[in-house]
């Protein structure tokens, strides 16, 4: 599976099946590990093989 091109630092993400966490923002992609921020979850490293993260697009 290939990996979001937008998924970069400073994105803004969702976790799917944590949606109560919030929208974090993306503060490191190194391989398919994804370090993330998220307001109510504080820092949280995901693996992007395991996990698709939503990113949310400014309209």
């Known amino acids: 599976m290939l990996q979001d091109p937008d998924l ?3 994105a803004r993400v969702i976790h ?3 949606p109560d966490w919030g929208i ?3 503060q ?6 994804v370090t993330v ?3 109510h979850a504080g820092k949280v490293v995901i693996d992007a093989k395991h996990v698709s993260l939503t990113v949310v697009r400014p309209d």
């Open 8 to 10: 970069v630092p400073g």
């Open 16 to 18: 799917p099946a944590e």
């Open 24 to 26: 974090g923002q993306v």
């Open 28 to 33: 490191s992609v190194i391989g398919t590990r």
């Open 37 to 39: 921020n998220f307001p």
